[in-house]
């Protein structure tokens, strides 16, 4: 008997040590295209879990030795990170790109830096960003913070990134998440050089030569079809809603075929408007841009800023209209703070 009481009170003693050493994530996601969400952890150390969903709801619970930060990673590779200690616990609730998170320390800071930034006006949120990171060298939540704002911005300033990493303090910039978002940084540098679609070859329907100075300043969508591919041709004729969203916008698309025959090209493609030109080279799979972007299967397309970069590949639907929209409106902020700039700048 008095075994029995002493292997209980042990157990009863496990079970609160435990509870005091347990870091819970709980909450409800809506919108997720699947039952799993991947978990990327970046402090103490990289590696990958996945959280298993009901409709949306989970519990995910760790043991962690010490101060742990892992991401929730969504489908459009869009992550939000959540800091773990020991004993705590941390809710999460809403939709991927409008996420409520309540918890304590780093991860209620978080969410007031967003907080104040989603508030902010065009004008003032670059002015508020960099105080926010330059005034919290030794918080995570500013290496977040660069990462989101202008690592992922549409045309990076890669300077003013290496000045914000060079601000932060050596305990932050010593770590693995650091050394992630410099892996990072250092691919988007090695694709800005080295991934755009420089030049295009092809006739449009009027037997003219593709001419790239008509697409000036502009976001182009390059979107490879055939007339024999009967899920290709479905894309193309979803390019149409795509082109009503985001009228009057820098917007462009160009239908560039893998057709060898010129009669069945007419036949299924498009008439050109001023948004929507279709081209033909009638090389089909020797296509230049084919080989250099590796593509073997159809339909393929590629997102370019107006620098001819590519920023996204197969992107479509409502994915490809929030992100051009999203792009647009970063650019329409910087120019408004570059104008402030040179105003303030002339005053002085």
């Known amino acids: 008997m008095k075994k029995t009481a002493y292997f209980i009170i042990l157990l009863l003693s496990f079970i609160s040590c435990n509870k005091q050493t347990e870091f819970t994530l709980k909450g409800k996601i809506e919108g997720l295209k699947s039952d799993t969400l991947l978990v990327y952890y970046q402090l103490p150390k990289l590696k990958l879990d996945t959280i ?18 892992f991401s929730l990673v969504f489908d459009s590779l869009s992550y939000y990170p959540i800091y773990a200690n020991k004993g705590e616990m941390v809710e999460v609730n809403g939709k991927t790109d409008s996420l409520i998170v309540n918890g304590k320390g780093e991860n209620e800071y978080l969410r007031q830096c967003l907080t104040s930034l989603n508030q902010a006006t065009p004008d003032s ?21 660069i990462d989101k704002y202008y690592v992922q911005d549409s045309l990076p300033d890669y300077q003013k990134i290496k000045d914000m990493i060079n601000g932060l303090s050596g305990t932050i910039r010593d770590t693995p998440y650091m050394m992630d978002l410099q892996a990072k940084i250092e691919k988007l540098t090695t694709y800005k050089n080295n991934q755009g679609i420089y030049t295009l070859q092809g006739k449009d329907r009027e037997g003219k030569d593709f001419n790239w100075s008509n697409l000036k300043n502009k976001y182009v969508l390059i979107d490879l079809w055939a007339s024999w591919d009967k899920k290709s041709i479905e894309t193309q004729d979803s390019l149409v809603s795509i082109l009503k969203a985001l009228k009057k916008k820098k917007f462009h698309v160009v239908s560039l075929s893998l057709d060898l025959d010129r009669e069945a090209w007419l036949k299924a493609s498009q008439r050109d408007t001023t948004q929507w030109i279709q081209i033909c080279d009638f090389t089909g799979w020797n296509n230049r841009i084919v080989k250099e972007q590796s593509i073997h299967a159809l339909p393929a397309n590629f997102l370019l800023d107006p620098y001819k970069r590519i920023i996204a590949k197969n992107i479509r639907g409502q994915e ?4 051009v929209k999203e792009l647009i409106k970063r650019d ?17």
């Open 52 to 69: 298993y969903t009901e409709k949306g709801q989970f519990e995910y619970k760790i043991n962690p030795d010490t101060f742990t930060i």
């Open 332 to 348: 329409e902020e910087k120019e408004k703070e570059r104008k402030k700039a040179e105003r303030t700048k002339k005053r002085k």
């Open 125 to 145: 949120i670059g002015i508020k960003l960099d105080s926010i990171i330059k005034s919290n060298a030794f918080s995570f939540t500013s290496l977040y913070l």
């Open 320 to 323: 490809l209209i929030d992100k």
